[in-house]
């Protein structure tokens, strides 16, 4: 493998098994530029978690390599360390101690100089809109407070590679965007990212690339355009005016392709195996069932389709426990 | 300052915060212990009729006894937290910090101290103010701060290890029945040679805190009995010691960072 | 119905502890405990002078674990009930009976049972430790009867709290208060043999009567029987008052 760029990530045929259950890695490779957005997306129990903590050194991976920011993960962990910052899946704070105590215990134990913890500190608190809470145990922060904490804690001693575990899960609207925002903004300043989430927008949105995992392997890798396109079928979508139409809509909608999971209720929906121009036929189709409708959309492929062209499976819904989460906690892995 | 020393300080200082933060981990640390001398101490008074009892004044005997108690709460504290922070994901945080794992220990111990520091002042402020006697005077009273100290951090090793081994709060405040059976097993309410029935004699007789309550009170109703002490500090270094060992053997596979 | 739901929360509990050998395991094994540190350990203090009970001190040391285990049993079913809040099972009680007060009842008869299981345990082992009974069949009932009254008692004080609480956190206020009117009675020694501050608050407190009861029975010299009982069976009807005032709180909680 040549020597990835020093803000770059590199893993080949990684692999992590667990005593007793199936291997939750099973072999991935993959290639983060320098500056890059890389959105690794899957179900529940995918691999993701487990992939994040072996690049990141907190779990040694079974076979494979990989080298993140130059430094192999195994032989140079503490050099991966220091180039490294990480929100992983739990906010990981301590409910009595303030922001700014955690700030400036997180900026200590990386070496940062006495004199630039106290900037640095009120530096990345006002960045993430915390300035007003820094004095406030963490324990009376809302869930988007500890998350920003989190992010501000990650980037405390300027990391040039940025490893985030579903960072928006369980947060608000508002939230979320902010959160989107900080990570674009991040990217901007060369800041190579890699994003872990099982929301399809937020990989859609953020990523610049998108790697999608099921079952501990990656099953297509691209620029979300570029998965889209392959897959290349629209999903039409009718609503009936009866609602207790429904059934006759999807019999009308059956000959032009797959059923869709995502439908309004009351309504149907087909991913269209002729793609737009089918749209004319449909039409005609609900027309001469005598099909009064209500709504009728066309929409683009999403990810989701991507993710059911590859597996079968509809990401949605598709998550499972991550292999192996026992022997994960075993070993002080939450 | 070396990095070292500064992990170390920080670490410490977020132990020594949180402790003062949860009262109530302080207060029945404080409080429990005090009410049982004060019922024990009534309770009990007719003890020293008994022949061979070595004071006539039950209380200074049984003052001996709130340190130990004290060691026990400072085993649930320090490991409760650790555990927590394994819970919370915290400890993963210090995990990829250029962190080493003794000096994590060794910062989880500074609340320890502080919390021992506190308890030995308040037992022996108030159980003198109670009347107990100090026989070996002031000196004394340094060195059951001193004794008193040893003892908590001793135990709270035993606490750490018990919260990397098991990662989980609970299973650190299921340990508490055991090391209250190990206080109630031994000389804690009557003098070895008082005990009557044999397997209890026998039980108390092997057992470490026996001799670490004979070492306070030592300082209490004799004096200066530099045999006593000594096997008091030695039993606290070795459980200090066992404790660590098997401590930072399980913080490696906790911490399985490459 | 309020039957019905009593039974069906008392088959819930009692299933919990006998499946789950964690939770009720230490409700065994800390009685037991302290009766052998107790007896064992402090059998010497009846040898001093005017400590003149005829069973012998491991008799009169069981009897404090009786009732000690009784209260606890009670406080530890609070700790179930305060989970059950926490965890949101409880407001599936709420949701589903229509008489509320069997909820209570309910919890009530899991802790007798899980008392029972436990005085079947400390009595065999104290037997065979030796202890001495001096009481009849009528004398140990009253013994035993003693013990369920306090176990009722110790119950609806824990099921007020937690149901006031509706979280974990209540453990210590419901321990507390029960652990300091338990060791604020003659556990060492008979009443006549304290002094001092600890005799006065002794004599005043009313769990002296159930022990002095309790150890007359045992030894078959009834004493205070009346005054005994008369606290037993008022203090779990002062303390119905306070389950059920608890209850309403956690009702208009929702």
Redesign the interface.
Known sequence: MEQADKAGIEAEGLVREFKNGPRAVDGIDLRVAPGEIYGFLGPNGAGKSTTVLMLTTLLPPTAGTARVAGFDIVREGGEVRGAIGAALQEAALDPLLTGREHMRLQTALHGLPKAERGERSVELLARVGLSEAADRKVGQYSGGMKRRLDLALALAHRPRILFLDEPTTGLDIQSRTALWDEVAGLAKEGVTVFLTTQYLEEADALADRVGIIDHGKIVAEGTPAELKAEIGRPTVEAVPHDLDDQARVAEALRPFGEESGATKRGGAAVRLEGGESQLADVVRALDAAGLAIEQLQLHAPSLDDVFLAKTGRSLEGAGEGEPGSEEMEAVGVP | MS?HT??V???A??SV??TL??P?QIV?ALIFPL??L???S??????T??PGFPTSSYLTFALAVPFMQGALFSVMNAGTDLAR???????????????RGAALLGGLLAGAIVLGLVQAATYLLVGLLAGAELAAGVGGALVIVVLSVSITVAFGTLGLFVALRS?TAEAVQGMF?LF??LL??SS???PLE????D??HTV?SINPVSYLLQAFRSLLIEGWNLGELALGFAIAAAIGAIGMTAATAALK?????? | MSRKVALAVAWRSIHIFLTNPAFLAPGILFPLFFFTAFAGGLSAISSAPGFDFPSGYTAFQFVFVLLQSAAFGGVFTGFGIARDFETGFAQRYLLAARDRRGIVAGYALAALARALITWTVLTAVALVAGMQVGGDGVELLGLYGLAVLVNLTATLWAAGVAMRVRSIQGGPLMQFPVFLILFLAPVYVPLDLLSGWIHAVASVNPVTALLEAGRGFISGDPTVVALAFAIAVALPLLFSLWARGGLRRAEAAG
């Open positions: 990095a500064t992990q300080g920080q670490l200082r977020r915060l949180r933060r949860q109530g029945p009410f049982l004060a019922v024990n009534g309770g009990l008074k007719d003890a009729n008994l922070d394994i819970e919370t994901g915290f400890l993963n945080r210090l995990a990829l910090t250029p962190l990662g029945p209250f059976v109630f097993l804690m309410a009557l008082l005990l009557q029935t397997w209890f108390a596979t906790r911490l399985v960072r490459t």
